[in-house]
């Protein structure tokens, strides 16, 4: 699961490596690099934005329905909270049964309505990626990159960072002082 997630947050790459191209009686001439977030660019389209807009609207229904479930389970656990001391055991006992079942199936509910969302959003990317590779590898042919791409290479799934964002450096904890 894992490296499906990680596959599909990398984005499609034009790619060279800045070697120089090496001819019989020429000059070297570097190779330009070019880098794509694929999915941005997708989603940043009429035909990405309408789609997603039309996934967001199939499932508004799903979501509303995940948060009555939760709201069910926050009014299930304030009773058992605030009415603990005046409740039989035998009372409890259901109430906490009754709990742990609407809690299994939120998070049942959750999941599918995650995965089916997730599988929307990779026929949609994986829909216009196979009219918008061509379409970049024949600009970056024009203007002389070298590139990476396929159709296989379309990533899906929640947007990453933008490729021009540089990672967030991370400060190593200070050492305690003896």
């Known amino acids: 699961m894992k490296n499906r997630i990680l596959a599909l947050a990398v984005p499609l790459c034009l790619l060279a490596l800045p070697i120089p191209s090496r001819s019989q009686g020429s000059a070297s001439t570097p190779l330009k690099v070019g880098i794509i977030n694929i999915q941005e660019a997708i989603a940043s389209t009429g035909e990405g934005k309408k789609a997603f807009g039309e996934i967001q609207k199939k499932f508004q229904p799903r979501q509303q329905e995940l948060q009555r ?16 001391n005046t409740l039989s055991e035998e009372e409890q006992r259901r109430l906490s049964r009754e709990l742990e079942e609407k809690q299994k199936l939120f998070k049942r509910s959750t999941e599918d309505a995650d995965a089916d969302y997730r599988a929307e959003g990779q026929d949609v990317i994986q829909r216009i990626g196979r009219k918008m590779v061509p379409l970049i590898n024949e600009y970056a042919q024009q203007r002389g990159y070298a590139t990476s791409a396929g159709s296989s290479a379309a990533p899906a799934g929640r947007p990453s960072l933008p490729a021009s964002r540089p990672p967030t450096p991370v400060k190593p904890p200070d050492k305690p002082k003896p």
């Open 69 to 84: 479930q939760q709201q069910e389970i926050q009014a299930v656990q304030e009773q058992l909270q605030k009415q603990a």
